[in-house]
């Protein structure tokens, strides 16, 4: 059955195509006893306006995107709360979108959110360096902000976590702990964060001086089976080789190793100290507790979306900014040599 129009409206209520539009858009402006006719016809003819055409000829879209690595993390999860509780409150809809570290399938979602002429694009980009897609949307005037991830630009906003110290907080405390064959396990290293973390590593095993390898085992996904896959290979090296502790670039990856190692009977931390990052819900609740490098992660999400808004509202007006929080280790049952 057709949607009804609102011809077939006002035919219904015997006032002109003005006066609905009155009545959908400037109700005060209508007597009430024609108000009240219209809306009898609009609940009889079941009609609903076409509030997508209304805002593009408008030109003010109420739906702002946000363009994620990947929807099934629960980190992004945690940044998407963030992000949609700032957009509801402004009246606006937020649309998710997964790239799924995929940078061809990230360029379509552009694509199409550029085509849809969205209020605004929250974005965590797959790659680094120059993005012609979001450069495109910036031309077209439609705001963009990234999310765990700095702009480097002065024509961008972003909101990201100091990821470099996020890794040598990570790696000081294994350090701490005794260890000195460590592997840090994540991938790939096109994601900014992924290098930064390991870069802050590196950085801490450089300035300790202590004469401790780290070993890198990249993976081509950030998830609980790439880490599995990674775990399992670094198990088939002789005893002597292995790694005493691995740092992983997020804890699902930390979270798959868990559960290979655990699952060949081995002791975490006694024969593998653990550490994750992102410090996800799961973490604190795993078979062993994990440690993790905790991210603001809602607030993560809140704070891109208030830039968003306000580059949407202020126009050229508008400053940019670049919001850096600093993150912080939560030290648990996964790396922690027990007090002898």
Known sequence: MAAA??????????VSLGTVSNVLNRPNSVTPATRQRVLDAIAELGYVRNDSARQ???????????????VANPFFTDVVRGAEQVVEEAGAM????????DSARERRHLELLEEQRVRGVLITPVGHGRQPNLERLH???????????????????SVSVDDVMGGRLAMEHLLDQGHRNVAYLGGPFAIQQV??????????????????????ASTTSLTVAAGRRAAEELLTLPVRQRPSAVFCANDLIALGVLQEVTARGLRVPD????????????????AVPLSSVRQPREQLGRTAAQLLLEEAEGGEAHRHRHVVFQ??????HSSEQPRR
């Open 56 to 70: 593009l000829r408008a030109g003010q879209s109420r739906t702002v995107a946000i363009v994620v690595l990947d």
């Open 271 to 286: 024969d593998l100290a653990i550490v994750g990052y992102d410090d996800i819900e799961f973490a604190g609740a795993a």
């Open 94 to 101: 937020l649309v998710v979108c997964n790239s799924g570290e």
């Open 5 to 14: 129009s609102i011809k077939e409206v006002a035919r219904q209520a015997g």
């Open 139 to 157: 031309k077209r005037g439609i705001p963009v902000v990234l999310v765990d991830r700095g702009s480097g630009r002065a024509s961008r906003c």
């Open 327 to 332: 993150p912080e280790l939560v030290v648990r």
């Open 195 to 216: 290098a930064d973390r390991h870069a802050g590593a590196q950085a801490a095993l450089a300035e300790r001086g202590s004469g401790a390898a780290l070993r890198v």
